[in-house]
């Protein structure tokens, strides 16, 4: 893969085993050829217990970027346990979209062939920047045209699914559309639209420090694409839920 040194190949899984988790799920990936950039789901190369394992390493590197802060942890009571800490929130809630496989959705057939236009949102998402790690946080709107074919899925589910695509770090304009590929293949409607507002902190906290900018980006597929009063009816309904 492009990025990565050539895989060296093991001749045992007991080879394997003396390598940290996080080498091992980097041979499972190079080995499948299989891209593991920063918004990627890599759960399909996680075995069980080695979350824990990552869990452990991460807080090791950590704590060296903390020292190499020139901070010191061990007298300084406020960050005696942050290596520990950050670690488990990358891992387990931040980031946590990049290692857990997709929830559990259940699907229901469009037993009575709604096809008039629905709106889910808003929905409050997080996520991280890829460049500089800092906060995004915003609202999601979706727009679903359904067909007679379409599968129906309930309210609280469009939340799991934005929850899990949103948890890893990205840029606003890749996550909107993971997360448009995403429905599109679960529901299969006629038309798609999704929108989402942000506020990103890296604007906040570096650079021009300005907090009062928004980024507002959509994806618009199918009906929504095609026809514009469609489109403009979805818009001017998404104005007055803001």
């Known amino acids: 893969m492009r990025g990565e040194q050539a895989t060296p190949i093991f001749r ?3 080879d394997l085993a003396r390598l940290a988790a996080s080498e091992r799920i980097r041979y499972r990936l190079m080995g499948a050829d299989c891209r593991f950039h920063a918004n990627d789901n890599i759960s399909a190369y996680i075995q069980d217990g080695e979350i824990d394992e990552l869990r452990t390493e991460v807080e090791a590197k950590m704590q060296e970027v903390l020292r190499a802060l020139v901070i010191d942890t061990e007298s300084d009571h406020n960050t005696n346990e942050t290596a520990k800490r950050v670690a488990k929130m990358f891992l387990t809630e931040v980031f946590r979209g990049r290692y857990v496989p997709m929830p559990a959705v259940t699907e229901f057939p469009n037993a009575e062939r709604l096809n008039e236009l629905m ?3 808003p929905i409050k998402v997080r996520s991280a ?15 679903i045209m359904p067909n007679e074919h379409s599968n129906l899925i309930g309210l609280s589910k469009y939340a799991r699914i934005c929850d899990w695509i949103m948890s890893r770090p990205q840029i606003q304009e890749e996550a909107v559309t993971m ?15 999704i929108v989402m507002e942000a506020d990103h902190f890296c604007m906040h906290w570096r650079g021009v420090k300005d907090d009062e900018s928004m980024m507002t980006n959509s994806v618009m597929r199918g009906a929504f694409l095609k026809d514009a009063n469609l489109r403009r009816e979805f818009l001017s309904l998404l104005s007055k839920k803001v």
Not at 129 to 143: D, E, Q, T, Y
């Open 12 to 14: 045992s899984e007991e």
């Open 119 to 121: 709106i889910v949102g």
């Open 129 to 143: 920047c890829s460049h500089h790690l800092c906060p995004i946080m915003g609202k999601v709107w979706i727009g």
């Open 179 to 193: 997360l448009a590929n995403e429905l599109q293949s679960r529901v299969k409607p006629d038309g798609l639209a």
